[in-house]
């Protein structure tokens, strides 16, 4: 017998039915699935010989619910954090055949799954350039693209993926009294855990900005690193003299600005359930002296905001790189450029390219993202181009 719940007012209940209370009705499913709120009083069960989802809304459920779900079918069914929601979880929200647990709702928008067995375990993979490293005391394939390639998966299951955007170029004036700004650099984007892939997959490694020599431009912004569904945006370029002297919005960093008050735009920045995202914002460029001379802002890097041109002996320094050990080495990347004033030139973040007052900027570091540093009459630097990973435990 089947409690009759959840219970109504005035229902009178039998002793059958009070010791049957946990034996809520089975809830199963064929295709992707977003749950409701009756779901509290069901066993919500995928049976499907594809890949499914169930997604997880925000405010649909009250503090203290608790809701089950379970995989039946073939196919790996993912529990998915809807818009504004996040899913905690000591195990994996991908879950096998015959796996499944359930979700308590700690808010309106915040669920911690406590996997109950049958989450889906490392998948193998082929592609790029191999190399066996170690991590944490855990062995791992890694396997590098420094251009464009394809990920070919052996045996599906979850990943680990880390991946850089292109840097932006940095800004050219062509004028004595003009500042730019420093390119930003690449977006960074990396995923712990909770990636499944099960399938053949395009791998696209953002270029750099191409540097300029033609008389007052904008620097060209970065390409995007890509893989099925995460992207890594390039970097913005820094601004020109006069033109526009707003830094382009890109990934990790827009450009520093190149003339007055015009600011470096904010990148992309921010965090989800095992997927982080780094970038900040180029600086501004000023006008210090009243008679046009100009001071660049630095580009946006990974692990901090451009500088503000400061006056024309001090331009903008490029965003700070990130430093990350995802290879098992730490590594610096996407460091944002460096900007110019009229006199001088700023350095960029490491990896980013510092600037010039006069002849070529520095370029940002190949495969690392980092953006072009600004020239007042030579080449601006062109951004670094990005890289991606990919690795899974052996």
Same mark, same amino acid.
């Given at each position: 017998?089947?409690?009759?719940?959840?219970?109504?007012?005035?229902?009178?209940?039998?002793?059958?039915?009070?010791?049957?209370?946990?034996?809520?009705?089975?809830?199963?499913?064929?295709?992707? &699935?977003?749950?409701?709120?009756?779901? $509290?009083?069901?066993?919500?069960?995928?049976?499907?010989?594809?890949?499914?989802? +169930?997604?997880?809304?925000?405010?649909?459920?009250?503090?203290?619910?608790? +809701?089950?779900?379970?995989?039946?079918?073939?196919?790996?069914?993912? +529990?998915?954090?809807?818009?504004?929601?996040?899913?905690?979880?000591?195990?994996?929200?991908?879950?096998?055949?015959?796996?499944?647990?359930?979700?308590?709702?700690?808010?309106?928008?915040?669920?911690?799954?406590?996997?109950?067995? *049958?989450?889906?375990?490392?998948?193998?993979?082929?592609?790029?350039?191999?190399?066996?490293?170690?991590?944490?005391?855990?062995? &791992?394939?890694?396997?590098?693209?420094?251009?464009?390639?394809?990920?070919?998966?052996?045996?599906?299951?979850?990943?680990? $993926?880390?991946?850089? !955007?292109?840097?932006?170029?940095?800004?050219?004036?062509?004028?004595?009294?003009?500042?730019?700004?420093?390119?930003?650099?690449?977006?960074?984007?990396?995923?712990? #855990?909770?990636?499944?892939?099960?399938?053949?997959?395009?791998?696209?490694? /953002?270029? !750099?900005?191409?540097?300029?020599?033609?008389? +007052?431009?904008?620097?060209?912004?970065?390409?995007?690193?890509?893989?099925?569904?995460?992207?890594?945006?390039?970097?913005?370029?820094?601004?020109?003299?006069?033109?526009?002297?707003?830094?382009?919005?890109?990934?990790?960093?827009?450009?520093?600005?190149?003339?007055?008050?015009?600011?470096?735009?904010?990148?992309?920045?921010?965090?989800?359930?095992?997927?982080?995202?780094?970038? &900040?914002?180029?600086?501004?460029?000023?006008?210090?002296?009243?008679?046009?001379?100009?001071?660049?802002?630095?580009? /946006?890097?990974?692990?901090?905001?451009?500088?503000?041109?400061?006056?024309?002996?001090?331009?903008?320094?490029?965003?700070?790189?990130?430093?990350?050990?995802?290879?098992?080495?730490?590594?610096?990347?996407?460091?944002?450029? /460096? *900007?110019?004033?009229?006199?001088?030139?700023?350095?960029?973040?490491?990896?980013?390219?510092?600037?010039?007052?006069? #002849?070529?900027?520095?370029?940002?570091?190949?495969?690392?993202?980092?953006?072009?540093?600004?020239?007042?009459?030579?080449?601006?630097?062109?951004?670094?181009?990005?890289?991606?990973?990919?690795?899974?435990?052996?």
């Amino acid at each position: 017998m089947t409690t009759p719940f959840p219970f109504v007012s005035g229902a009178v209940l039998t002793a059958q039915q009070l010791n049957d209370i946990q034996n809520l009705p089975i809830s199963d499913k064929t295709a992707d &699935y977003v749950l409701v709120v009756g779901d $509290v009083t069901k066993r919500t069960i995928m049976n499907a010989a594809g890949a499914t989802t +169930i997604t997880v809304d925000d405010s649909i459920f009250t503090v203290g619910d608790v +809701i089950q779900v379970a995989n039946k079918g073939a196919g790996v069914c993912t +529990i998915t954090a809807g818009a504004g929601v996040t899913i905690n979880t000591s195990g994996s929200l991908a879950l096998a055949q015959y796996g499944g647990g359930y979700l308590l709702c700690l808010s309106a928008s915040t669920f911690t799954f406590f996997n109950l067995g *049958g989450g889906v375990s490392y998948g193998t993979a082929t592609g790029g350039s191999s190399s066996s490293i170690t991590v944490g005391g855990i062995n &791992y394939t890694l396997l590098t693209f420094t251009s464009d390639g394809t990920l070919t998966v052996t045996k599906a299951g979850l990943f680990d $993926v880390f991946m850089v !955007g292109g840097g932006g170029a940095g800004g050219r004036s062509g004028s004595g009294n003009g500042g730019c700004g420093g390119g930003g650099a690449g977006l960074v984007v990396k995923v712990i #855990g909770g990636y499944f892939l099960d399938a053949t997959y395009p791998v696209t490694v /953002g270029a !750099g900005g191409a540097g300029s020599a033609s008389i +007052i431009n904008n620097g060209l912004s970065g390409l995007a690193t890509t893989l099925q569904g995460f992207v890594a945006n390039g970097g913005g370029g820094g601004g020109s003299e006069k033109v526009s002297g707003l830094g382009i919005t890109g990934g990790s960093g827009g450009g520093g600005g190149g003339r007055y008050n015009d600011a470096g735009q904010v990148g992309g920045s921010g965090s989800g359930n095992a997927v982080y995202s780094f970038g &900040y914002a180029g600086g501004s460029g000023v006008t210090a002296d009243g008679s046009g001379n100009r001071s660049g802002g630095g580009g /946006g890097g990974a692990g901090g905001v451009g500088t503000a041109g400061g006056n024309i002996a001090n331009a903008g320094l490029g965003g700070g790189a990130l430093a990350d050990s995802f290879t098992s080495s730490s590594v610096d990347y996407a460091g944002g450029g /460096g *900007g110019t004033g009229t006199s001088t030139a700023a350095n960029g973040g490491t990896t980013g390219g510092n600037g010039s007052v006069s #002849g070529t900027a520095g370029s940002g570091t190949a495969n690392r993202g980092g953006g072009g540093g600004a020239t007042v009459s030579g080449t601006s630097g062109s951004g670094g181009s990005g890289i991606f990973y990919v690795r899974f435990k052996v």
